[in-house]
């Protein structure tokens, strides 16, 4: 690494907040422990837990079988009894194996028995397309997390939300499946000294003439969009799904006029979807042009980078359709 | 796997018949009037009742410490009026009222009452091993002391919960009590014929997790069995898988009119009614005269019949509850 892009003391990489974010569980409440293939002796795959279980110990940093059924249902049960969870599912897709714990579990149990049980568990699932990782290994999933009732749905796009966002999930009485974009694993930023809570967007940009919300990976490309284009674009990283700062996101189309919506998941049914409806349902009359989102097509992600790339959302195509909405009205 | 945990034949003058029979007549008397009025149309939804299988309930349950855990299944009001779930409220909720154990959002198929460890009936077959591993996960972690039973049938044996479950109670010699009713029957169909091996002690055998087979209709050996594995789990020596041999008396659901089963079986089980089959010890032994357990039978019928009559005369849920108990706070 060059001096020239070395960054400064302040700066930490999304990977070490992460890992900084679940170390400060660990030492403030006892009650919190790691769990997942891999994330104590081995550090994790992506080396997120390194150091972990080195320094609370295997009975904090517990090494599963890969039984993903087993573990993450053990870590339902072990929530309900007094532990706080942090369970690991290494791939987002893996989580089809192990629906029935998050779905019909740890969603509904605390409904089902009027408040009796409380599930304060949080499920790391690590996503992201673009690194050739075909299609079992490459999906955005979060709509349908966002589908449940009962599921708080995070997506932390920046290194100070990945610690802020993580502490926040773990303390949080509920169930809450956070999502990482292993593409923002290397990046780096600051810490927020006073961080935003869970379940507030944040403009991470401000602009005139199209609102622009995204989430996770994908804010980056929307900066870069909203540097290279002619257009000015308010950028809205919503942080979470669920809840959903509608608040956040209906002050800034108030403004503009103009709203897209781009994400990594596919377009088709994504949380796009929702957001579109809700803005019309409240700001038909506000609405300078139709809402558009910008999504990945409704084919599976194809292994080769080159094809990959012809599918996942660019800022050229970002800055493209603000233009387009910006022409139109 | 061979085990050192052996149901004594003999009575013991320690084993409480006379209570554990009290608590056979009360589930006897709560389920026969349940199927009369899911019958009748007075209880909605789904019922499936553990009519035939009290011993288990009342054997395992009476074995138990007062703050142990209990997940279990859709059969599962037994199980719970052995923990000592109130009559009262678990009845107001089979009637879907607003003053039912969950306030009408769980039904018969999710009584729960973390209250007297009850983690709640489940209505996932298999859902309750793994809950009951993450109970035995902070009962080991936080020295709580506590038991984690999981009850289960074994046609849940044959989903991978089972497997994943019983291999993480092993790995981490977690004080588990892994209780398997062997009602012969999955559903509709005949489990012998749904795998090469029928015995649950021997396929439980490949996890090196000891397990014993148990007359599930002779709630005394039941319950000597479950006294001596409990204070094996509470010991430290891991867990421990029971299998009560015993028979459903009723279809799946009520309203089955299970065609499936063969002509005389249900007859040949009736005649080894655990009620019977206790009563008829202790008149015996003169543990209890055959009208003290009349008495006995008809006090529980008439507890029963109060909670029904109270369950008659409270008032639907507010229509507000349905949005009650979503998040906590």
Redesign the interface.
């Known amino acids: 690494m060059s001096s020239a892009t070395e960054a400064p003391a302040a700066e930490r990489r999304y990977i070490d907040a992460l890992n900084e974010g679940m170390a400060t569980a660990l030492e403030e409440d006892e009650?919190v422990?790691v769990m997942g293939i891999d994330v104590g002796a081995g550090g994790g795959i992506f080396r997120v837990t390194k150091g972990l279980y080195e320094r609370f110990g295997p009975?904090?940093v517990?090494d599963?079988?890969i039984?993903e059924?087993?573990?993450?249902?053990?870590?339902?049960?072990?929530?309900?009894?007094?532990?706080r969870?942090i369970v690991e599912i290494m791939f987002m897709d893996f989580v089809g194996v192990c629906l029935?714990?998050i779905l019909?579990?740890a969603a509904k149990?605390?409904?089902?028995?009027?408040?009796?049980?409380?599930i304060p568990v949080v499920f790391r699932m690590q996503t992201g397309a673009g690194k050739a990782a075909g299609a079992q290994h490459s999906q955005s999933l979060e709509a349908w997390f966002a589908h449940v009732?009962?599921l708080?749905v995070v997506l932390p796009a920046t290194v100070a939300d990945a610690r802020d966002l993580m502490l926040a999930a773990v303390r949080d009485?509920?169930p809450v499946v956070f999502v990482e974009n292993r593409r923002l694993y290397g990046s780096k930023g600051d810490i927020d000294a006073d961080p935003l809570p869970l379940g507030k967007a944040r403009v991470a940009r401000p602009g005139e003439q199209v609102t622009v919300v995204t989430w996770g990976q994908m804010l980056r490309t929307c900066l870069a969009a909203a540097e290279e284009g002619d257009a000015s674009l308010e950028v809205i990283d919503l942080r979470s799904l669920a809840p959903l700062d509608m608040e956040t996101i209906l002050a800034s189309v108030r403004r503009t006029g103009r709203l897209l919506i781009v994400h990594e998941a596919i377009q088709d049914f994504g949380a796009g979807a929702e957001i579109a409806a809700r803005v019309g349902d409240q700001l038909f009359d506000e609405l300078r042009t139709p809402v558009r989102r910008l999504g990945t097509p409704t084919v599976p992600m194809p292994f080769s980078p080159d094809l990959e790339k012809a599918l996942l959302p660019t800022s050229k195509a970002i800055s493209t359709a603000a233009e387009a909405l910006v022409a139109e009205g | 796997m061979s085990t050192s945990v052996q149901a004594s034949t003999t009575d013991s003058p320690a084993v409480p018949e006379r209570d554990l029979f009290a608590t056979m007549a009360l589930i006897r008397a709560f389920e026969t009037r349940v199927a009369e009025l899911y019958r009748d149309g007075e209880i909605p939804g789904f019922v499936h009742t553990s009519l035939g299988q009290e011993g288990v309930a009342a054997g395992v349950g009476g074995a138990l410490a007062a703050d142990d855990y209990v997940a279990t299944t859709h059969r599962g009001h037994g199980h719970c009026l052995a923990r000592g779930m109130d009559v009262d409220a678990m009845m107001a909720e089979l009637f879907a009222r607003g003053a039912g154990i969950c306030h009408g959002k769980g039904g018969s198929m999710h009584v729960a009452d973390p209250s007297h460890g009850v983690l709640g009936a489940n209505a996932i077959v298999g859902a309750s091993l793994p809950l009951a591993v993450g109970a035995g996960l902070s009962s080991k972690h936080l020295s709580q002391g506590r038991v984690a039973v999981a009850f289960f049938g074994e046609g849940a044996v044959n989903q991978g919960a089972f497997h994943e479950a019983v291999n993480l109670a092993a790995i981490w010699s977690l004080p588990v009590l892994l209780v398997c009713e062997n009602n012969i029957y999955a559903e509709f169909s005949d489990s012998r014929t749904l795998t090469r091996v029928p015995s649950v002690v021997d396929r439980c055998a490949a996890y090196g997790v000891d397990a014993a087979a148990v007359d599930g209709n002779d709630v005394v050996a039941v319950y000597e069995l479950a006294s001596a594995a409990a204070a094996r789990c509470r010991a430290g020596e891991g867990p421990f898988l029971i299998e009560a041999e015993t028979y459903r008396w009723h279809g799946h659901y009520e309203g089955d009119p299970q065609p499936y089963k063969p002509d005389g079986e249900d007859a040949s089980w009736r005649e080894r009614d655990p009620l019977e089959v206790s009563g008829k010890r202790l008149t015996a032994a003169g543990g209890a005269s055959s009208e003290e357990l009349a008495k006995l039978r008809e006090e529980a019928g008439a507890r029963v019949d109060a909670a029904i009559e109270r369950a008659r005369s409270l008032p639907a849920p507010d229509p507000e509850e349905a949005y009650a108990d979503v998040f906590g706070d």
């Open positions: 009650r422990v009975e904090r517990i599963t079988p039984a059924m087993g573990y993450v249902g053990a870590a339902v049960g072990a929530a309900m009894t007094g532990l969870p029935d714990p019909n579990q149990l605390r409904y089902m028995t009027a408040g009796a049980l409380e009732p009962g708080k009485p509920n």
